[in-house]
């Protein structure tokens, strides 16, 4: 085995990098396999042993601007939200790829910093980085650095039907894990340079625990599914066009932080429709709520956990909020963006 | 489920397709759930079932410029480049997750005949491409589309040792299915609006049923490994490192097509580092040398195999090549790169 360390490593990324020769292995071998574990010798494919049963798979890609933010990093990002997705799907999250698409003149020392990151967050969810990719492309013809991960895990035995929401019924309740908005608002904030004066964090974070919580609380779960682009209020549309049921929730319990709420306010944003990183929207019967909530609140990521409305069965597939007026408004699907690369 | 045909869609890529909204369901469910055969309801994680076993697990990221070449797109190249990788660690492939960045203003015209060429080489390859994402960057931002696939499938039994090269002993054969170096020269000659006398061809193909041959020839593969990025010289030195022991090859028995070879000689590139897409080398043991060779030829990506050299056993970790005029000389990893986002 070679052993050259960082210090004689580039300082930048060349094309060189992407050749597959000798600076892709060093690469490969200093920045990222060191941190993720990952053994030699490096080979097209890993290897990984099920015992069988129901695999979830899933796969993003993460071309969030800026890549630094308050909260995380791309890195972050990318560990997290592949493990949520599998999490929701009522998936123990076992492994991921990571493939790398990098500007030339990216400085080794961020890739450093998303490599730490990504390897903290994997060893927090339980997860291994055991397969991965890196390209490099000429300078301006990618946006610094974009990663692509895609994650393999164990459906829980009795889960396979959470993702699909096949045992949502009329009458279950809705519960969030916290409020929503803080991930779009603090990416906003960063790029466009704005100072709150509360910081607003990005709510990036793995749920896998929370999750694990939720799930051997002894409670059925109907479905679950986390926040991501769209918000709040495109995941219930999504999940009301999945069952055919209508769905109705109250405004005044869905939790939004102030200085969230200051800040949509003041520049026309509504906060249902925000990005979130790090919440999930849980379906269960309204007899298991309170231990729901309890195994929710029992983690720091589900301290501020609401039960925001509930399953209509009205056939019209139509998301209605009750609004802090006491008036009711529809939630439609929105077709714009009030953000790009949130994510 | 809607049902919006492609007349009714944007000419163009927007951000908006990437909004996680609308948007963003119409593009995945007009153009590539579509084709790919994926049904509603579209969720977080892809499940599939296994009966247990080891299951090979790899991705890549496709950035190749430009992205319709002769004998390909970038869209074939996704599907047959995962599928290789699978297939050369002796595993059935299986699934796919398929993740796509997008620059702003694409033609959706394009992402039309790229998922078009996607579907058939699954089909081809018998692979189901069951979980994707979409991200939509700004005009500038990247280079008209990136694609990232992941690969999963079953090892073949008695064959997990094939992709780490744990079986491979001195005097063993190296056999290539045939001629080296299309792939790169193709790219180039589309790059560099080149005419050529005979047009070159990519050699982009799924490798799939020719390996599935191989591996029921009833001889025992040592190793295998598609000779891409770095070309057949670099896989010859990572086996050479992973075995630790030397390589020799004869360059006479390497084959080179006409076209590429006199390209190569005017343009000063060695064939032996081009990258290739339909490519393999197997390592067998001598005396399964006719049966492998058979196997090969009995198919249409395989008819111009040949045996083109052996471990040698010597633990001096060289890789050797007689050259064409009589003498030898070292084939070192090389540490540029011939030509950038080759693939």
């Given at each position: 085995?070679?052993?050259?360390?960082?210090?004689?490593?580039?300082?930048?990324?060349?094309l060189?990098?992407?050749?597959?020769g000798?600076?892709?292995?060093?690469?490969?071998?200093?920045?990222?396999?060191s941190?993720?574990?990952m053994?030699?010798?490096?080979?097209d494919?890993?290897i990984?042993?099920?015992?069988?049963?129901?695999?979830a798979?899933?796969?993003?890609?993460?071309?969030?601007?800026?890549?630094?933010?308050?909260?995380?990093?791309?890195g972050?990002?990318?560990?997290?939200?592949?493990?949520?997705?599998?999490?929701?799907?009522?998936?123990?999250?076992?492994?991921?790829s990571?493939?790398?698409?990098?500007?030339?003149?990216?400085?080794?020392?961020?890739?450093i910093?998303?490599?730490e990151?990504m390897?903290?967050e994997?060893?927090k969810a339980?997860?291994?980085i055991?397969?991965?990719?890196?390209k490099?492309?000429?300078?301006?013809?990618?946006?610094?650095?974009?990663?692509t991960?895609?994650?393999?895990?164990?459906?829980r035995?009795?889960?396979?039907?959470?993702?699909?929401a096949?045992?949502?019924?009329?009458g279950?309740?809705?519960?969030?894990?916290?409020p929503?908005?803080?991930?779009?608002i603090?990416?906003?904030?960063a790029?466009?340079q704005?100072?709150?004066t509360?910081?607003?964090?990005?709510?990036?974070a793995?749920?896998?625990?929370?999750?694990?919580?939720?799930?051997?609380?002894?409670?059925?779960?109907?479905?679950?599914?986390?926040?991501?682009?769209?918000?709040?209020?495109?995941?219930?549309?999504?999940?009301?066009?999945?069952?055919?049921?209508?769905?109705?929730?109250?405004?005044?319990?869905?939790?939004?932080?102030?200085?969230?709420?200051?800040?949509?306010?003041?520049?026309?944003?509504?906060?249902?429709?925000?990005?979130?990183?790090?919440?999930?929207?849980?379906?269960v019967?309204?007899?298991g709520?309170?231990?729901i909530?309890?195994?929710?609140?029992?983690?720091?990521?589900?301290?501020?956990?609401?039960?925001?409305?509930?399953?209509?069965?009205?056939?019209n597939?139509?998301?209605?909020?009750?609004?802090?007026?006491?008036?009711?408004?529809v939630?439609?699907?929105?077709?714009?963006t009030q953000?790009?690369?949130?994510?």
């Open positions: 085995m070679h052993s050259i360390n960082t210090e004689e490593m580039a300082e930048y990324i060349t060189n990098h992407g050749s597959g000798r600076l892709t292995g060093e690469l490969v071998r200093e920045i990222f396999a941190r993720f574990g053994n030699e010798p490096f080979t494919s890993a990984f042993n099920v015992a069988g049963g129901d695999i798979f899933t796969t993003d890609s993460y071309v969030i601007d800026p890549i630094f933010f308050p909260g995380g990093d791309i972050k990002l990318a560990v997290c939200g592949t493990v949520n997705d599998l999490a929701v799907a009522g998936a123990v999250p076992l492994y991921l990571s493939s790398f698409i990098i500007e030339e003149g990216f400085p080794v020392e961020d890739l910093k998303i490599s990151s390897a903290k994997a060893e339980g997860v291994r055991i397969a991965g990719d890196t490099v492309v000429e300078k301006g013809k990618c946006d610094r650095i974009f990663i991960t895609t994650g393999a895990g164990i459906i035995e009795g889960c396979s039907h959470i993702g699909s096949a045992g949502v019924k009329p279950d309740r809705l519960i969030i894990n916290g929503v908005g803080n991930h779009s603090a990416i906003m904030g790029r466009k704005l100072s709150f509360t910081q607003v964090l990005s709510d990036c793995s749920l896998v625990q929370l999750i694990s919580k939720v799930l051997v609380s002894g409670v059925e779960v109907h479905f679950m599914r986390d926040l991501t682009r769209g918000g709040l209020a495109t995941v219930l549309n999504e999940l009301s066009e999945m069952t055919g049921m209508g769905i109705e929730v109250d405004e005044n319990k869905i939790p939004v932080d102030e200085p969230v709420r200051g800040l949509c306010e003041m520049m026309g944003f509504d906060p249902l429709y925000l990005a979130n990183e790090g919440k999930v929207l849980i379906v019967p309204e007899n709520c309170s231990k909530m309890a195994a929710l609140r029992s983690d720091p990521l589900g301290e501020k956990a609401e039960i925001i409305g509930e399953i209509t069965g009205k056939k597939k139509m998301v209605v909020a009750k609004t802090v007026t006491g008036g009711t408004r939630l439609d699907m929105h077709s714009g953000l790009p690369r949130i994510c």
